[in-house]
């Protein structure tokens, strides 16, 4: 395992392949099916590791293929509940992100919301799209790319258990925010233990 595999994410950018990663997948997967086993979760993201990196020539590897390979060793070694609790979990995950859009509106008091759904025209819609915070917080804040995928995938992780299909981009942004101090706050706490 010399060089660094690259993973192609669906938004089309690239980032390291994180084993630790797989093991949160796979462990997350059982835990679903009602078998959470952490030990077993390391062996299992062992294989899948040992086999990306056996298999890719070109040291490139899609989230998608990945995915596939945690469901065949999941279906493989009798943990097909698992693989299947995993797959709806993807599916679902690509249907909040297909459904959720944010709304190009400050939102600040409730007034602003009278005024809002008053208003006959309907304030611009944009699509959920978590490369955009990732772009903002690496072009405009400094953030290395690794720390802010962590930030948008908390926040992400948030909108889609609050259930909300628009988010006013205030709203967004305040998350960002919380998000971002949240990781820079576990960050100094790293530093200085």
Avoid: C
């Amino acid at each position: 395992m010399n060089k660094q595999l690259q993973v192609i994410k669906a938004d089309g950018t690239t980032e390291e392949y994180i084993h630790t990663k797989v093991i949160g997948t796979i462990n997350n997967a059982l835990s679903a099916a009602g078998r959470s086993d952490m030990f077993m979760a390391e062996d299992l993201a062992e294989v899948v590791t040992f086999y990306l990196y056996r298999k890719q020539e070109g040291r490139q590897v899609s989230s998608s293929e990945i995915l596939s390979m945690i469901k065949a060793v999941l279906v493989s070694t009798g943990f097909e509940s698992a693989a299947v609790a995993l797959g709806e979990h993807s599916i679902g995950r690509r249907l909040s992100r297909a459904r959720t859009e944010i709304l190009a509106v400050d939102v600040q008091n409730f007034s602003d919301v009278e005024r809002l759904y008053r208003s006959r025209q309907s304030p611009t819609r944009i699509p959920w799209d978590k490369s955009r915070i990732i772009d903002e917080l690496t072009e405009e804040s400094g953030f290395s790319r690794q720390i802010a995928r962590v930030v948008a995938a908390m926040v992400e992780e948030r909108i889609f258990s609050m259930g909300m299909t628009l988010i006013p981009q205030s709203l967004l942004k305040q998350l960002v925010l919380g998000e971002a101090a949240t990781v820079l706050r576990a960050q100094r706490d790293l530093q200085t233990t």
